[in-house]
């Protein structure tokens, strides 16, 4: 058994542009003072409610609350109207079916929703190649071990067979409250610097390298 879990945007895909247009139109919506778009980068991968509470601190629990319905509102419409932009990293589609073939089990821990991940896998037509997933909506937000834990329960891994692959000093952190192997990838939305620091034992600069390194 090696049970390798990755993260979802930033680290499979380029999620980026769909979080910020859906997080600018919900404090617009709220009247909210809009965070700047480097802010919102830093929070993708927090759970919805966690996100808000970082980027409009000072706001009334309401006014957060209503911030998380307006931007799941935001997110649902790109989605439904075709204009949301999820594209994976180049060179992770063929990587994962590389991973399977060599019997490694797969799964996805993300601050994504059930729904929004389920249609993101969906759309690349990789669904079928995770064993377990494990989103924001069933467990407490990252650095939480919590969806590490179930992921490991799902496929029978123990925390030794088990690595976590992100890009955000949260999957680090979640990585290492969960005792297992923690990778960082250099193409996502923290800095390589940040990830050796959270307790990242190597940050992979290439899909390549990182193939390398699940090898190695």
């Known amino acids: 058994m090696r049970l390798a879990v990755f993260d979802c945007d930033g680290t499979l895909c380029d999620g980026q542009a769909g979080v910020v247009a859906a997080m600018e139109t919900a404090f617009a919506e709220t009247g909210l003072p809009a965070p ?15 996100a808000i509470r970082l980027l409009a601190p000072d706001a009334t629990s309401e006014s957060q609350r209503e911030a998380v319905e307006a931007y799941k509102r935001a997110f649902r419409r790109s989605r439904e109207d075709g204009s949301l932009r999820e594209p994976l990293f180049e060179g992770i589609a063929p ?7 060599s019997e490694w089990t797969l799964g996805v821990a993300t601050g994504k929703s059930d729904r929004g991940l389920a249609s993101t896998l969906a759309a690349h037509g990789l669904t079928d190649l995770f064993a377990t997933l494990q989103t924001a909506d069933r467990h407490p937000s990252k ?4 969806m590490l834990d179930a992921a490991m329960e ?10 976590m692959i992100g890009d955000t000093a949260y999957d680090i952190e979640m990585a290492r409250n969960a005792e297992v192997r923690a ?21 992979a600069g290439s899909v390549r390298e990182l193939e390398d390194i699940l090898h190695g």
């Not at 700047?36 to 966690?50: A, E």
């Not at 496929?155 to 030794?160: E, G, M």
């Not at 990778?183 to 940050?203: C, D, K, Q, R």
């Open 143 to 146: 650095p939480d071990p919590g």
């Open 154 to 163: 799902d496929v029978l891994a123990a925390p030794w067979q088990t690595v």
């Open 36 to 50: 700047g778009r480097h802010q919102i980068r830093r929070i993708v991968g927090l759970s919805l409610p966690q």
């Open 95 to 101: 990587l994962l079916e590389r991973l399977r073939a």
């Open 183 to 203: 990778i960082g990838v250099a193409w996502g939305y923290h800095e390589p610097a940040e990830l050796l620091e959270a307790g990242a034992e190597i940050v």
